[in-house]
């Protein structure tokens, strides 16, 4: 990276008119931390915990998980965090957790639908993250998240360890990925302090077409025009209640997706690091005005061909 790309990158996802959109990285461990800011991120929008389990035979136990979650925390001084509760379940598969296999793994118990079934699980690492925000901030938020009883359930358990150890409040935030959540945005919005859309899962969801197929994933693109109706409803949704709303899947990284999903007016947009560059340039290079026409046009699109063809206008 040159001396001079990285000057640029340093700059806020600003438009000529002053519209910022905060920029996140999607990372999953604190030696990542400097690349990511160095790229250019102003904080961790999407920690993925999954890494904590994976390849190994046991679950790490609380010490583990709050080590790790206070290294991300202390990494960051002070700039935000957002820590992914457990998500496993789809196409994480953690043997030593003996769940029973499932015709259909990602229609089945995962993110939170495992959470609940597991106090185990839960409960451990919702210790771990409220000893671990004692160094710093941490929003934490939950997957796969469908019903707002889900969100209650898992609220009240915060709550009761919160109390237990004594801990100050944290933000608590959900993932929009299933259609049904974007769908009553304005219900969950009553309950939740900020959302974050997955477009990975919720296009998988949205157009069902399984994210890993071999011949269909190509066509899982988020720019489909239904995703994109949901995730303006979901932008409605975090408006009606004040709270915040950024977009952690893959769209996120993709300059024209970055471009709609501004003019939509998410307010924040994580991303991995080697993507951040071209994300802060393209907006950077247009104003609010036109990154609202754009996703006008955009959501009156028939298909994704024709949202990716207005890649080719000047906005
Ligand atoms: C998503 O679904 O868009 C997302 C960010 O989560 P993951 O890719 O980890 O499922
Ligand atoms: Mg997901």
């Known amino acids: 990276q040159s001396r001079q790309d990285e000057a640029q990158s340093a700059l806020p996802a600003q438009t000529r008119d002053g519209l910022r959109i905060d920029i996140g990285a999607n990372i999953n461990r604190a030696d990542q931390v400097a690349a990511?800011?160095?790229?250019?991120?102003?904080?961790?929008?999407?920690?993925?915990?999954?890494?904590?389990?994976?390849?190994?035979d046991t679950a790490p136990d609380e010490e583990e998980q709050y080590q790790a979650y206070r290294a991300m925390v202390e990494a960051l001084q002070g700039?935000?965090?957002v820590i992914r509760a457990l998500d496993?379940?789809?196409?994480?598969?953690?043997?030593?957790?003996?769940l029973p296999s499932e015709a259909n793994p990602f229609l089945g118990?995962?993110?939170?639908r495992l959470l609940l079934r597991r106090p185990d699980l839960l409960d451990t690492q919702l210790r771990a993250l409220y000893r671990a925000a004692a160094h710093g901030p941490i929003s934490l938020m939950f997957p796969m998240v469908t019903n707002i009883s889900e969100l209650m359930a898992l609220r009240a358990e915060c709550e009761r360890i919160r109390q237990e150890l004594s801990a100050a409040p944290m933000p608590i935030g959900i993932m929009i990925e299933v259609p049904a959540a974007a769908a009553m945005a304005d219900q969950f919005g009553a309950h939740a302090d900020f959302f974050s859309i997955g477009t990975n899962d919720l296009t998988q969801y949205t157009l069902a077409i399984d994210r890993q197929h071999p011949d269909l994933a190509a066509e899982a693109d988020s720019l489909h025009p239904a995703v994109l109706r949901l995730i303006k409803q979901t932008v409605e949704g975090a408006r009606k209640h004040g709270i915040w709303v950024g977009v952690c899947g893959g769209l996120a990284g993709d300059p024209l997706g970055a471009a709609i999903l501004a003019g939509l007016g998410v307010n924040e947009l994580s991303l991995s690091p080697r993507d951040i560059p071209a994300v802060k340039a393209r907006l950077r290079a247009s104003t609010q005005s036109a990154l609202v026409d754009l996703a006008q046009q955009a959501l009156e699109c028939d298909s994704t061909a024709a949202i990716r063809a207005l890649a080719g206008d000047a906005s």
């Open 36 to 56: 990511a800011l160095a790229a250019g991120a102003e904080g961790v929008g999407l920690m993925r915990t999954e890494f904590l389990f994976l390849e190994r």
């Open 79 to 81: 700039r935000t965090l």
């Open 88 to 98: 496993i379940g789809g196409d994480k598969h953690v043997p030593y957790l003996g």
């Open 109 to 112: 118990v995962r993110g939170v």
